[in-house]
């Protein structure tokens, strides 16, 4: 990867996660996204990784820690996973796909997490559907997040690439 796409890309995924300190409302954050643009995007695996949490860490440095943290870090390395899924396919239809493959599986993750660590419901299946019945609204607010911050970062880059040649892709030499 060139040093100006690993740049560009790095600070991208820095002001995206930097975003979260700004005023929003509830659970319209650039998280799932930014795990999805790393992962369809870096070449090196461990970047893919290693980049966005390292923002998330920085960001929740100055936001606050919480209890169940890890979880949502596994969730969001998932959803890098799922952008690698993406690498040679960032059209509209494939993007919009796994955003909404990020969005359900953070939201099962999390709340099944939350219904497992805390009291709010019975340890029963009728407990963990109430679980996520209740956290629809929340689900709602996530995917329109999702949504839009995945359209801003793949869109917005896609853009870029066009206009600056040296933000794209190194192609293999027998291609």
């Not at 930097?18 to 970047?47: C, M, Q, Y």
């Not at 997490?113 to 209740?134: C, Q, S």
């Amino acid at each position: 990867m060139n040093k100006e796409r690993l740049f560009t890309l790095t600070l991208i995924i820095l002001a995206a996660a930097a975003s979260r300190l700004l005023p929003h409302p509830d659970n319209v954050t650039p998280i799932a996204a930014i795990a999805l643009f790393a992962g369809a995007h870096f070449e090196r695996k461990w970047l893919a990784f290693f980049v966005p949490l390292s923002a998330m860490l920085l960001s929740n440095a100055i936001i606050g820690f919480y209890d169940q943290m890890y979880v949502t870090y596994i969730a969001f390395a998932l959803i890098v996973c799922i952008g690698f899924v993406l690498r040679g396919k960032r059209t509209f239809l494939p993007v919009v796909l796994a955003t909404l493959a990020g969005s359900v599986s953070f939201f099962l993750i999390t709340n099944c997490a939350l219904w497992i660590h805390n009291d709010l419901y019975p340890k029963t299946i009728d407990g963990i559907i109430t679980g996520y019945v209740m956290a629809i609204p929340f689900f709602k607010n996530t995917l329109i997040g999702d949504l839009f911050y995945s359209g801003l970062l793949f869109g917005g880059f896609a853009l870029a690439e066009r206009r600056f040649t040296r933000l794209q892709p190194r192609q293999p030499a027998n291609a």
